[in-house]
């Protein structure tokens, strides 16, 4: 099990560590905010944009870092420093 967590997470590594910082600053943000525990329709409030806006980034985060969701993004921006 391990082991297959590992490698799941090696697409994830090797996207942080050849891009810097891929992310845009309202990316960052809602990665940022998700990440203290905001909710999506919170996160919208905090940026005044709707929270389809606040997914959209979210989205565009998760695929930039090749995560297979929300959780796994944040946490690579985590690891890399980002957020």
């Known amino acids: 099990l391990k082991c297959c967590y590992a490698l799941?997470?090696?697409?994830q590594?090797?996207?942080?560590?050849?891009?810097?910082?891929?992310?845009?600053?309202?990316?960052?943000?809602?990665?940022?905010?998700v990440s203290e525990g905001k909710t999506t329709d919170e996160v919208a409030v905090i940026l005044g944009v709707s929270s389809n806006t606040v997914n959209s980034y979210i989205t565009h985060a998760i695929q930039k870092f090749a995560a297979s969701n929300r959780a796994m993004a944040i946490a690579t921006?985590?690891?890399?420093?980002i957020i």
Not at 8 to 11: G, N, T
Request: aromatic residues 6%; negative net charge.
């Open 77 to 81: 921006a985590i690891r890399s420093g």
């Open 13 to 33: 590594l090797i996207a942080a560590a050849s891009m810097q910082d891929p992310l845009s600053d309202r990316e960052r943000e809602c990665l940022f905010w």
């Open 8 to 11: 799941s997470s090696i697409p």
